[in-house]
């Protein structure tokens, strides 16, 4: 990848820097799923939903079959060349706490179509299908709907919770405050020259179709109207938590809660069962608010 990017530097300070070569030097490793939602004794089936660009979406909808009512869901989406698989212990938790779960993987990662990039903003469409699709599945109740995202797909949670107005929660664990800040921490270790990255960094906003500071956690989480849970790993070596803090510090209310884990590094889905509590307590509480702003019963 260093030398794919040392190549797309030259090419950007020459001005012929292609979307392709930039799209190859960043492209998202794809890992399949070997297991299944069986392997935890959950009910669940397995699904196709249409994304944008004639693509869809693999995914798998832990549920009852035939709920006796209505259920609460969560929307959850991987990180960056993570599966729905990595993420089936969220799944186990929220089964246990009584609510439907919406495993989604994004395009070019696990069994979704092929796209020709991934990137953040794309995360937070993909997030968008399985949301509008879930909220209209038989039993699940639409007014009480959540997303749980972690790295790269907590940031798309923050983006897609910073347009919606229909949303319960959101839980965005491990995310990054600002993108262009992250990817000058990899260019630096990658020992890629300033200028070059400078440059780089532009050519990636062409390609994506969007500004870094619009699509920024630290900027979209000004924009967020419901409670917010941030949960960050206090050894993460990928996304510092000084990131976490960050975030934290712009948010809109003090709906936004920041939850930091003591001896968790950025794959903080291992250290589930630490935090499990905390995670079905926000859920609960925020669940329960969003059914008396509905009419409905806790």
Same mark, same amino acid.
């Given at each position: 990848?260093?030398?794919?990017?040392?190549?797309?530097?030259?090419?950007?300070?020459?001005?012929?820097?292609?979307?392709?070569?930039?799209?190859?030097?960043?492209?998202?490793?794809?890992?399949?799923?070997?297991?299944?939602? %069986?392997?935890?004794?959950?009910?669940?089936? &397995?699904?196709?939903?249409?994304?944008?660009?004639?693509?869809?979406?693999?995914?798998?909808?832990?549920?009852?079959?035939?709920?006796?009512?209505?259920?609460? =869901?969560?929307?959850?989406? +991987?990180?960056?060349?993570?599966? =729905?698989?990595?993420?089936?212990?969220?799944?186990?938790?929220? +089964?246990? %706490?009584?609510?439907?779960?919406?495993?989604?993987?994004?395009?070019?990662?696990?069994? &979704?179509?092929?796209?020709?990039?991934?990137?953040?903003?794309?995360?937070?469409?993909?997030?968008?299908?399985?949301?509008?699709?879930?909220?209209?599945?038989?039993?699940?109740?639409? /007014?009480?709907?959540?997303?749980?995202? +972690?790295?790269? /797909? %907590?940031?798309?949670?923050?983006?897609?919770?910073?347009?919606?107005?229909?949303?319960?929660?959101?839980?965005?664990?491990?995310?990054?405050?600002?993108?262009?800040?992250?990817?000058?921490?990899?260019?630096?270790?990658?020992?890629?020259?300033?200028?070059?990255?400078?440059?780089?960094?532009?050519?990636?906003?062409?390609?994506?179709?969007?500004?870094?500071?619009?699509?920024?956690?630290?900027?979209?989480?000004?924009?967020?109207?419901?409670?917010?849970?941030?949960?960050?790993?206090?050894?993460?070596?990928?996304?510092?938590?000084?990131?976490?803090?960050?975030? +934290? =510090?712009?948010?809109?209310?003090?709906?936004?809660?920041?939850?930091?884990?003591?001896?968790?590094?950025?794959?903080?889905?291992?250290?589930?069962?630490?935090?499990?509590?905390?995670?079905?307590?926000?859920?609960?509480? &925020?669940?329960?608010?969003?059914?008396?702003?509905? /009419?409905? =019963?806790?």
């Amino acid at each position: 990848m260093t030398i794919l990017i040392l190549v797309a530097g030259v090419l950007a300070a020459a001005g012929v820097l292609t979307p392709a070569l930039l799209r190859r030097a960043y492209r998202a490793p794809r890992i399949r799923e070997r297991g299944t939602p %069986a392997d935890l004794d959950l009910p669940y089936r &397995s699904l196709r939903i249409p994304t944008v660009n004639g693509k869809t979406l693999f995914g798998w909808l832990v549920s009852p079959a035939e709920p006796a009512e209505p259920l609460p =869901a969560v929307v959850v989406l +991987h990180g960056w060349g993570g599966n =729905a698989e990595q993420m089936l212990p969220f799944a186990a938790l929220l +089964h246990r %706490a009584g609510y439907a779960t919406l495993l989604l993987d994004a395009r070019n990662h696990g069994q &979704s179509d092929a796209d020709s990039f991934s990137s953040l903003p794309r995360f937070a469409e993909d997030l968008e299908r399985g949301l509008d699709w879930l909220a209209r599945q038989p039993g699940i109740d639409p /007014g009480r709907l959540a997303l749980l995202g +972690h790295s790269v /797909g %907590a940031g798309a949670v923050l983006l897609l919770a910073s347009r919606r107005r229909d949303l319960a929660a959101a839980i965005s664990i491990a995310a990054f405050a600002h993108p262009e800040c992250l990817m000058r921490r990899q260019l630096r270790g990658q020992r890629i020259p300033r200028p070059l990255g400078w440059l780089i960094l532009r050519a990636i906003e062409r390609t994506i179709q969007a500004r870094f500071d619009d699509i920024a956690p630290c900027e979209t989480i000004r924009r967020v109207t419901c409670p917010v849970l941030l949960v960050h790993g206090e050894t993460d070596a990928t996304v510092p938590p000084e990131d976490a803090s960050r975030i +934290h =510090a712009n948010r809109r209310d003090d709906s936004t809660e920041l939850l930091m884990l003591p001896d968790t590094g950025h794959d903080s889905i291992e250290a589930i069962e630490t935090h499990a509590d905390s995670l079905v307590a926000f859920l609960g509480k &925020s669940f329960s608010g969003q059914s008396r702003s509905h /009419g409905l =019963a806790p």
